[in-house]
């Protein structure tokens, strides 16, 4: 069973390693930049608190819809149900347009049309750990 389980775990774990069609990789000092346009509604780093929508610290494999705290819509509950994790893959589509991605999203942002952009954030958040602190 231990083995069969841990050959599993491996198993997505390298999965999760390989980029799609689509390299992410960004510039994390280029996506704080960016993320400005987040900065609204969402927040980082030590002590970052629920806005408008949910903070954004460890969401980098983290499952959709897992703050505890914060008041998703069915739709994106729905997503986390059906076992979304925000890899920088589904980030990417997600934060291109919110909307397409998870119809019935609350998200009112209409996305990050450059993939640069995209790429750059994703690699500024995955800087914070789930505690807020820095990678």
Sequence with gaps: MFVKMFSTVCLLAMTAGFASAQDITGDAAKGEKVFRKCMACHDTGPG?????GPHLDGVVGRH???????SYSDAMKAKGDEGLIWTPEHLAEFLEKPRDYVNGTKMSFAGLRKEDERADVIAYLATFKADGEGS
């Design 48 to 52: 970052a608190k629920n806005k408008v």
């Design 64 to 70: 959709a819809g897992a703050i505890e705290d914060f």
